[in-house]
């Protein structure tokens, strides 16, 4: 099983990756849109797999369906549940729908659903903030 060290780390790598494509100004929002998406699932993995009130397959989800029903029994992820599962919706939209991702809306994204989650979620793992 994956452990917290491992998650925060493809976090932090997602994070590097998002940064050296220059995706805060790139014209393919929707792959930024993807990554961002990645970036705080990994982080909330990480919290996951550190609560032990959960059932072993809710610590270790092997799909967004698992992960969702987790996500939703974790108290420690009542505060940004509802900001991460949007991102999870926007994320499946960038990747099967046909939805504009105009600057505007990807802005919105960012500063609303994509900082407050990942902020929260690295204060909660003792992560320095970014």
Known sequence: MPNETFHVFKAERNEAF?????????KYTEWAVVVLFYICMHYVDAVLCLDTSLPEDLR????????????????DLDEIA??????YRRSRDARYNEIDFSRKFFNTLYTDYYC???DYLRKHLSLPTQ
């Open 116 to 118: 407050p989650v990942r």
């Open 60 to 75: 270790d989800p092997i799909d967004h369906t698992n992960r969702s029903k987790a996500v939703a029994q974790c108290p």
């Open 18 to 26: 998002y940064s050296s494509c220059n995706l805060d100004s790139s």
């Open 82 to 87: 509802s900001k991460y599962l949007n991102l």
